[in-house]
């Protein structure tokens, strides 16, 4: 079994920086695909950054601010956040998905997820 943690979340003001850590341990063959994700309260979940390979894909609305990446030696993947603005404001989840194609596709393996507030 895959299991996920992550880690990193505070309470930041607006334009400060945050970077999240998820660590996956069990049975992991790879950490090649993996992606954050962010849900606000009330709200559903969102795609924000993705990995497969060597390609990465961001939600528009954090592109140039967020960065993912990954040390496979640590099972880790890493989340840095960057000019950080109120409505990024959520819990923020890690998922290990697959790698087809260098696409990034989901799976039913997640974290519990780490809070990120943003405000002054």
């Known amino acids: 079994q895959v299991r996920l943690m992550e880690s990193g979340g505070d309470l930041v003001q607006p334009g400060g920086s945050l970077r999240l850590s998820c660590a996956a341990s069990?049975?992991?063959?790879?950490?090649?695909?993996m992606a954050w994700y962010r849900q606000a309260p009330g709200m559903a979940h969102e795609l924000v950054a993705s990995?497969?390979?060597?390609?990465?894909y961001y939600k528009p609305s954090v592109q140039g601010r967020f960065t993912i990446s990954r040390d496979d030696a640590q099972n880790t993947v890493y989340l840095q956040m960057n000019n950080l603005k109120p409505e990024d404001t959520a819990t923020y989840l890690c998922?290990?998905?697959?790698?087809?194609?260098?696409?990034?596709?989901?799976?039913?393996?997640w974290g519990q997820g780490t809070q990120v507030t943003v405000s002054s």
């Open positions: 998922n290990k998905g697959t790698d087809y194609h260098g696409t990034y596709y989901p799976s039913a393996v």
């Open positions: 069990g049975a992991v063959a790879n950490i090649n695909a």
């Open positions: 990995l497969a390979g060597e390609t990465t």
